[in-house]
């Protein structure tokens, strides 16, 4: 792979621009001796910080206001426009992308949509990807070392292995009933020494306890009995450590599956005296609402969500529908709303005075394996129908399909020898066969993404929109168009970008473009504080339903083609009970998430102030205006934020003291901080009514004994106690003045800055779909999409349409 420098050749000051003009109104601050802000135009200056140059100048930012002798319009048009020319001039002389490998994310699609096994867990295998222009799409990011050579062999074997064990072991299907009174992990949480706990689960038959069976005078199982027996708990599990499961079925081969459960909600009276913070379960009955249930894989330690459904107080069969499974994995049912229980001295914090909810399943119902034609499809590419034994005709095919252009025949011969070499050792020829796949499957022609600088051609540019719409390999219809080669008109070019985008694979663009766009992926990186936090702590539904809200609401911008001003606020947001009852909005029940208009006065609407969002943007202790402030200020509204100098970072005071506003105001009377700090202190500010999972709040929490403490009891069952500090002030002044007094001004001060954040999502759609940063000669470009779609409020599949048909695109 080519490597680019990590900054551009730097080019001498007079050799750029105006001499006269750097001297008389730049030279006195950024000189060798000043080099006030880290730059010295009189010495060699790079490309990157030239651009910076023209940004700053061109904004009015440079010189400082406080500078009284300023340089007139004309001579400032005049310097803009002659280094503008020399910027255009350099960056004209190379590509704008470089080679890359396909990231870990991409492989693993390619893997799945390559062999037609849709279940294989592959990025886990290799080391997280690096980062460049916020994506991990860039080859300056996406570097090869001797660990990514041998995992993409052996993922590959892995995968190849998988695909061939679903040929070899075909059980029939059925449909199996797994009893919960037969799970030994159920079971074995029966206390037979009569002893009542929250941890344990407990046998009934509709709404009566079985005390005999706890006592051990009587069966586990009555043939009369048998279907409306159950099992009964009144804790959830822990997504990393499952307490309840169904040990008793095992996916016998990796494929498809069909789900359902019979269960219902409980009531659960309290034992009496000292011990009324215990259930009776002798002493049952209906329960009083609904309870969420989310179903986990169960494989070691990874699990994986695969569906939900809401269990209702009435016995009824609950659907999960089909699911993905690994050979070997199993299922949870997890009650997300109940406690979990965290040694030592827990108590459940849904106790009332005459009982608490649980839930009863009584049994787990699997139809499958379920065989279409898809599910030896994978197997029949690698061995053909009827297990060919003719090792080039089964290679040039599999090449053919893996490759994303025409085979050349020394790839032939060179997988090929490597085949027969091993036949010639005495291998079997299925074993030769998948050495030749995995080497295929670790060759720079299937892991790497490269072209020659220019146009694409139309095999390039289809493994280009599979990669930005699909995060994959290109499929056969976009084949097919490449090697007709009409792919680049620009009327196929629509048609396939609204025929990917059409597709469930779309999913998968979101998903990757959010991951790093807003930082999705981090989602799980900070975690609540006990002390200060503890209602939040342990809170999964929460943090999962505020993902699947980003994920659907940006969806939906695609799908429907909204403004992009809904980036900043909207009138609607996708919610389910839990998330709404998070952001205060009532009427939303079940545990599906769905789209919901949202009240007036209330503050949600746009990723601002979804609670990923702001969970992202805290640290799960406490929260900072200055890291939200320059959250919105480069993923919302674009301007690049450059690192702070060499100060203490401001601390906010976990005691309640201060408040984290009063301590920036003293951070600022520092010059080297003030300059950031007053663009980004003011977005942050209005965010300051959102706590760290990005609830409402009028006051700060604070470890403050000096008054009263707010106390109760976490989802872990341990108790806690908070207070309240000071009141949050949200208001701000803006940069060009303008106050706001909450989140809600700010937000329509934000409306008179369409164009500004639907030209910060073109260049964000840009980078993620080229894997290269949009330069400086490439801004005219942005300018002519925002125009063409300026009718259409900037909306977001214009938006996308018009970056398929760039030259940004259609060039490397």
Known sequence: MKARLAVWCGVAALAWGDPAFLQKNCAMCHNNTAKQGGLDLTGTVSVTQWVKVHDRLQAGEMPPKQITTRPDAAATKSFLDGLAAELRAQEGKEGRALDRRLNRMEYENALRDLLQAPWLQIKGQFPEDGEAFRFNKSGEALDLSHVHLSRYLSAAEYALRQVMSVQASQPPTKTTRYYARDQKELTNKINHSNQRGDRQAYPIVGWKGEPEIYNKTAPFSNP????????????????????????????????????????????????????????????????????????????GVMNRRVGEFDLTPEPQVHEVGEVWLLKGETLVP??????????????????????????????????????????????????????????????????????????????????????????????????????????VLASPGFVFVNAPAGRLDDYELATRMALFLSNSLPDEALRRRAARGDLSRPDVLKAETERLLSQSSSRRFVDAFLDYWIDLRKIEDSTPSASLYNDYYLDDALTEASVAESQLFFAEMV???????????????????????????????????????????????????????????????????VLRGKWIMERI??????????????????????????????????????????????????????????????????????????????????????????????SGVMPDGRAFKDIHDFKRLLRGEDETIARNLARQLVVFATGAPVRFSDRPQIEQMLNRTKAQGYGVLSLIHEVVQSELFRSK
């Open 334 to 439: 997890d009650a997300s709303r109940l406690y979990r229980s965290r040694p030592n001295n827990f108590r459940n914090p849904l106790m009332q005075a005459d009982g608490a909810p649980g839930v009863a399943f009584r049994w787990m119902e699997v139809d499958g394996p379920l065989y279409d034609e898809a599910t030896t499809a994978g197997y029949r590419l690698l061995f053909g129908e009827q297990d060919e034994q003719d090792a080039e005709r089964l290679l040039r095919r599999f090449l053919n399909r893996a490759y994303r252009r025409p085979v050349v025949e020394a790839d032939v011969k060179r997988f090929l020898g490597l085949i027969e070499g091993q036949l010639a050792k005495g291998v079997s020829f299925t074993e030769a066969m998948i050495t030749g796949y995995t080497a």
């Open 637 to 730: 509204l674009g301007y690049e934020i450059p690192p702070p100098p060499p100060v203490a970072a401001v601390e906010p005071d976990i005691r309640g003291a201060v408040t984290i506003r009063q301590q920036l105001d003293k951070h600022r009377a520092d010059q080297s901080c003030a300059a950031c700090h007053n663009k980004i202190d003011p977005a942050g500010f209005a965010l300051e009514s959102f706590d760290i999972m990005g609830a409402w709040r009028d006051r700060y929490r604070a470890v403050d004994e000096k008054v009263a403490a707010e106390k109760g009891r976490g989802k872990n069952g341990q108790p806690f106690e908070f207070h309240y500090a000071l009141p949050v002030d949200a």
């Open 224 to 299: 009369a009995t048998r279907e409306q027996e159950a099992m009964a708990w009144v804790s959830s599990n822990y997504v990393t450590g499952f307490r309840y499961h169904w040990d008793g079925f095992k996916a016998p081969v990796a494929g498809r599956y069909k789900v359902r459960f019979s269960g219902y909600s409980i009531w659960v009276a309290p034992l009496a005296g000292d011990r009324k913070h215990l259930p009776d379960f002798e002493n049952v009955t209906t329960g009083r609402r609904y309870e969420p249930v989310t179903v986990y894989t169960r494989s």
């Open 559 to 625: 799908r429907n083609n909204l403004p992009s001003r809904f980036i900043v606020n909207s009138d609607f947001t996708f919610l389910n009970d839990r998330l709404a009852a998070h952001y205060g909005i009532p009427g939303v029940t079940g545990i599906a998430m769905r789209r919901v208009p949202i009240p007036a006065d209330s503050p949600r609407g746009g990723f601002m102030t979804h609670a990923s969002v702001l969970k992202l943007t805290a640290n799960g202790t406490t929260t900072s205006p």
